[in-house]
Antibody, heavy 115, light 113 residues
Framework: QVQLVESGGGVVQPGRSLRLSCAAS????????MHWVRQAPGKGLEWVAV????????YYADSVKGRFTISRDNSKSTLYLQMISLRAEDTAVYYC????????WGQGTLVTVSS | DIVMTQSPDSLAVSLGERATINCKSS????????????LAWFQQRPGQPPKLLIS???TRESGVPDRFSGSGSGTDFTLTISSLQAEDVAVYYC?????????FGQGTKLEIK
């Protein structure tokens, strides 16, 4: 069965960095594009970034462009989100999701940006 | 960017009754070359990640009860729950995957009356 497990969240000060991971299993990871989607506390869903199956194409929401980098390691079936210059408004649960439409989601990892 | 607008923001329906949620895109999410609407519906129960219910505006995902249906084309879409069950209490989101950024509607909170 398809499983997506996020990790790497936590409490971080404004301006600092964090790297999230999403470990995938139960499907051919290298065959699918992958997304990061976030949800601020009590708010709706916001798409963050997408990466193509081979990692050659990447797109970002304007709100994170230049600060966040999506990447993947197909040999490890793992998706990453490198976040730098974090702001209070980046506080959210971050989900990874498979393919388009997004047919499988992880349980999410909480990132809290606070001093 | 494609803007997705849902209505209403919240909805209270009696058990066994019909629930209808609307989603409007601006501009259209109908791709002329394949005549497909790049529109999905998700259900998010409290404390859970979103779950894909419907893709391509009207294709129900495997395992989704047939009381859920999607309709519409172009810019106007509807999610209908034909007979509301207690487990359907959730927030529902539409999302376009026609072009990036892959925007979501603001969500519709569905409750039991």
């Amino acid at each position: 069965q398809v499983q997506l497990v996020e990790s790497g969240g936590g409490v971080v000060q404004p301006g600092r960095s964090l790297r999230l991971s999403c470990a995938a299993s139960g499907f051919s990871f290298s065959s699918y594009g992958m997304h990061w989607v976030r949800q601020a506390p009590g708010k709706g869903l916001e798409w963050v970034a997408v990466i193509s199956s081979d990692g050659s194409d990447k797109y970002y929401a304007d709100s994170v462009k230049g600060r966040f980098t999506i990447s993947r390691d197909n040999s490890k079936s793992t998706l990453y989100l490198q976040m730098i210059s974090l702001r209070a408004e980046d506080t959210a649960v971050y989900y990874c999701a498979k393919h388009q439409p997004m047919d499988y989601w992880g349980q999410g990892t909480l990132v809290t940006v606070s001093s | 960017d494609i803007v997705m607008t849902q209505s209403p923001d919240s909805l209270a329906v009696s058990l066994g009754e019909r629930a209808t949620i609307n989603c409007k895109s601006s501009p259209s999410v109908l791709y002329s070359s394949d005549n497909k609407n790049y529109l999905a519906w998700f259900q998010q129960r409290p404390g859970q990640p979103p779950k894909l219910l419907i893709s391509w505006a009207s294709t129900r995902e495997s395992g989704v009860p047939d009381r859920f249906s999607g309709s519409g084309s172009g810019t106007d879409f509807t999610l209908t729950i034909s007979s509301l069950q207690a487990e359907d209490v959730a927030v529902y989101y539409c999302q376009q995957y026609y072009s990036n950024p892959y925007t979501f509607g603001q969500g519709t909170k569905l409750e039991i009356k």
